[in-house]
């Protein structure tokens, strides 16, 4: 299974290149986002995964991490087939296979238990993604990609300083080098502590970089708003995860070794710093779309603030995890169905949307309200469990911050969704031949559905997977 988890994407891939027709080649992608799904579920919920027991297998973060890329990927796979015919004139050979490979590289950073393939799989997930984000090739796009790649490149070497660090601090205890993630655990307490501590600040921030923590975050506004709004979906809710996995694989370590209080505050502090950049950019903000990238900082530093408390947010963190990346495919998807309707990200231009688009503004404002935590919706539940376990934990000044920027950022992000949904379309708006179709509306309109059912009540399969992966990342010495 694991092998066929990793071939599907990988081979469809390759008959992508090879298929000549631009119309058909799209359909591609359901149909292995369809396959790679299945075998997930089999994988997670029917299977036993075994562990550990290599460098290749699959731990239960690793599950939680795969089901939500290959759900949201799933989702996000039949609105690209609407997106792409909506270009029909663009050649789309390039795009569809980097897409399916972008799904192959996901999956294998789950199922890496040795931390030099993972950073492989990640560095990877660049490349493939680089041709994404320029794929409408404007000069904005352009620009997007040449500053992600960059910036992301940066980070991942310094993630890979880190990880040697992480293999030196074994090697300097005198122990046998090396990055399988089961040898690490087990001899943690015995680690070099000088060493360990380095290679984890080096990897928090290169793949902090990698999930645009601040103030590593400046790539993200450029790539999210010059990307399509299913690239966008998939960045903030599949790469940013699998970053975010990369971490929890040191935080693991670091926990195993007794030093739960040295990485503790440095995770507050960096979490905490997220949600006052994103709010500060949020404020005034008139790119709908790079606020939904300010959206995504602010998320990223809710996790890593989640992190930072530890053991009692934990299971607060890893739903937030997957709220999070459910309720970004609402937003990014029905952005993009604004913003082709409108031909522009702008709210100065794009106005009264619901009179014109009622179904994707509709999307667009209710995603809104999930996203900044307003109930019955599932961001609600896990906001309020990481802000319970901050106060019960004794992070009272970093529980009043964690309150004091959610509200500035429902202020700031509220101005400027409004502005976009409601009043009167300008008379002068630009109009495009775009119009909502099953295909860009019934995704966004599911996912919606899935946050809802979050809020209201976890699926209890679901459930029992959140509590095994926090359990599993409640290592101690």
Not at 22 to 35: C, D
Not at 40 to 57: C, E, H, M, N, Y
Not at 170 to 198: I, N, Y
Not at 288 to 308: F, N, P, Q, T
Request: glycine share 10%; with cysteine; proline share 6%.
């Amino acid at each position: 299974m694991t092998l066929a988890l990793l071939a599907v994407p990988l081979v469809a891939a390759l008959l992508a290149l090879a298929i000549p027709s631009n119309r058909w080649r799209p359909w591609l992608i359901p149909v292995a986002a369809g396959l790679h799904f299945g075998m997930t579920l089999i994988t997670v919920f029917a299977g036993q995964p075994k562990f550990p027991t290599a460098w290749i297998s699959l731990d239960p973060a690793g599950q939680l991490v795969l089901l939500l890329i290959s759900t949201l990927y799933l989702v996000t796979s039949f609105y690209m087939t609407g997106y792409l015919r909506y270009h029909a004139q663009r050649q789309n050979r390039v795009f569809v296979s980097c897409l399916l490979c972008l799904l192959g590289t996901m999956t294998l950073i789950t199922w890496a238990r040795h931390l030099g393939i993972m950073w492989v799989a990640i560095e990877t997930t660049a490349l493939c993604t680089g041709p994404l984000i320029f794929f409408n090739k404007t000069p904005q796009s352009i620009e997007a990609t040449w500053k992600y790649l960059l910036i992301g490149f940066v980070g991942i070497a310094l993630a890979l300083l880190g990880t040697l660090f992480l293999a030196y601090s074994s090697l300097h205890a005198g122990l046998e080098p090396t990055l399988a993630l089961d040898e690490l655990l087990l001899h943690a307490p015995q680690l070099s502590k000088p060493w360990l501590h380095s290679a984890f600040v080096l990897m928090l921030v290169g793949y902090g970089t990698k999930m645009g923590l601040a103030p590593m975050h400046t790539w993200k506004p450029d790539a999210y708003g010059a990307a399509p709004g299913a690239v966008g979906t998939l960045l903030a809710g599949g790469v940013t995860s699998c970053a975010f996995l990369c971490i929890l694989r040191i935080y693991q370590i670091c926990c195993a070794s007794g030093d739960f209080a040295f990485i503790s505050p440095m995770l507050i502090f960096m979490g905490l710093l997220s949600m006052a950049v994103a709010g500060v950019f949020m404020v005034g903000q008139q790119d709908y779309k790079r606020m939904l990238a300010y959206s995504s900082v602010e998320h990223m530093g809710i996790l890593i603030l989640g992190l930072g408390l530890g053991a009692p947010a934990l299971f607060a963190t890893l739903l937030h995890l997957i709220n999070n990346g459910l309720t970004k495919g609402v937003l990014f998807l029905s952005a993009g169905n604004i913003h082709r309707s409108f031909g522009s990200t702008r709210s100065t231009v794009v106005r009264g949307a619901l009179h014109r688009l009622p179904v994707s503004a509709g999307l667009f404002l209710a995603g809104f309200l999930a996203i900044t935590g307003s109930p019955p919706f599932g961001p609600f539940i896990s906001e309020f469990s990481i802000l319970k376990a901050g106060f019960e934990s004794g992070h009272f000044v970093a529980s009043g911050l964690f309150l004091l920027f959610l509200l500035v950022i429902f202020i700031g992000m509220g101005a400027t969704v409004l502005q976009v949904v409601q009043g009167q379309e300008p008379e002068d708006a630009p109009r495009t031949a775009y119009r909502e179709g099953v295909l860009t509306i019934a995704p966004p309109l599911l996912l919606l559905g899935l946050v809802l059912v979050m809020g209201v009540y976890i699926p209890e399969p679901v459930k029992v997977l959140l509590q095994n992966a926090a359990v599993f990342l409640e290592v101690r010495p």
